[in-house]
């Protein structure tokens, strides 16, 4: 874990291990919640001493808007790449019905919400998927440019989905990945009292019981199960959106330490 003051779920997956022997490499993507509260020590730390040169930001166009432009975005070294998971074509997104304020509304809200919350989420990390497959592919396009951080709006769900595809081509074993998606529940409760202090995110969270936020292991194994049963895998998924060879080997060289 990487202690950051504006900040409270930053890690670098280094050292997980691959299935051929090797590890990822440090210093190389890193995973966060949002970075729109860094101080400028937090800062320098991620640009001086992690060399961080690309932010990968998941978030939707209305959640940017809303807390306006983070420090890193005047840091002249560092590229911002604003992905959002969420279709971005109209007014309200993906959102089934205007029953909250409008001026304020977050890409999830007003979505179904029947059956198991591993189902649910499932079904959340699904659309992602199925929404915008080209962020996907573009944010893992992104890491074989320099030193990366992938963030949304906890570090738990939309960058879980992007950090467990990287993995996955990078030849993580499948329970390592899993339990990388869980290692967020350990700051849960730090995520949940920092975006509490926002009025972006404050309702929302309020409107959920807590266990819904957990990031459950049973969530990301049943979810990679779909992808594993429909698609080949991860790699079989990005493959079918444009991903290539070229993109593999780069990702790969970028993500292991070389050792195997």
Known sequence: MIE??????VRDLGGLPTVDGGAIRTGALLRSDNLQDLTPA???????DHGLRNVVDLRSDTEVSLTGPGPLTREPT????HLSLFSEGGRFTDVEADTIDTDNVLPWQGRQEDGPESDRSVGHYLGYLADRPDSV????RVVPSGTSIVHCAAGKD??????AFALSVAGVPREEIVADYAATGERLEA????LRSSPVYAQ??????ADTHMPHAQTM????????EHFGGPLGWLERHGWTDADTTALRATLRDGSR
């Open 204 to 209: 929302d969270l309020d409107s959920r019981p």
């Open 4 to 9: 950051l003051e504006g900040a409270v779920n």
């Open 78 to 81: 560092v590229t911002i790449h």
């Open 191 to 194: 995520i949940l009292a920092r």
């Open 221 to 228: 194994e049943k979810f990679l199960a779909v992808i594993d």
């Open 42 to 48: 937090d800062v320098r730390r991620l640009v001086t």
């Open 137 to 140: 592919v573009r944010a893992l």
């Open 158 to 163: 939309r960058t879980g989905v992007v950090v």
